[in-house]
Nanobody
Framework: QLQLVESGGGLVQPGGSLRLSCTAS????????IGWFRQAPGKEREGVSC????????KYADSVKGRFTISTNNAKNTVYLQMNSLKPEDTAVYYC?????????????????WGQGTQVAVSS
C-alpha cells in the first residue's frame, strides 16, 4: 500500500523560497506519475506540478511556471517541489499525489493516492 508523506512546509516572506519533499513508502514504476496539488482557504484544490517518472517529463500550472521546479530522487522514493519567488497567493496546503497513469496536464490529472498535506504560508 503506497503511503505519501510530505514535509518542508512553513512560513516564508514574499520573494522567499521553500522546498517541499514527499517520500513514498513504496514507489515502483507502477506508480507512473507523482506530483503536487494545493488548496487555499475557501478555494478548490488545484494541480501545481507533476512528473512522469520513467520519462522525466514535467507539467506545471501556469501560475507557477518559471518559479517552481519539480524533481525526483528515485533511489530515495522522493519527489521535491522547489518553490522560488513565493507570493502571498501561493499560501495553501500542499498535497503530494501519485497515480499509475501518466500526467499529461495538471488540470486534467486525477491521481488515486494522496498524502496528508503540508502547510505553506507566504506572508510578511
Amino acid at each position: 500500500q503506497l503511503q505519501l508523506v510530505e514535509s518542508g512546509g512553513g512560513l516564508v516572506q514574499p520573494g522567499g523560497s521553500l522546498r517541499l519533499s514527499c517520500t513514498a513508502s513504496v514507489l515502483s514504476l507502477n506508480w507512473y506519475a507523482i506530483g503536487w496539488f494545493r488548496q487555499a482557504p475557501g478555494k478548490e484544490r488545484e494541480g501545481v506540478s507533476c512528473i512522469n517518472r520513467s520519462v522525466g517529463s514535467t507539467k506545471y500550472a501556469d501560475s507557477v511556471k518559471g518559479r517552481f521546479t519539480i524533481s525526483t530522487n528515485n533511489a530515495k522514493n522522493t519527489v521535491y517541489l522547489q518553490m522560488n519567488s513565493l507570493k502571498p497567493e501561493d499560501t495553501a496546503v500542499y498535497y503530494c499525489a501519485a497515480d499509475n497513469l501518466p500526467c499529461s496536464s495538471v488540470t486534467y490529472w486525477h491521481p488515486s493516492k494522496w498524502g496528508q498535506g503540508t502547510q505553506v504560508a507566504v506572508s510578511s
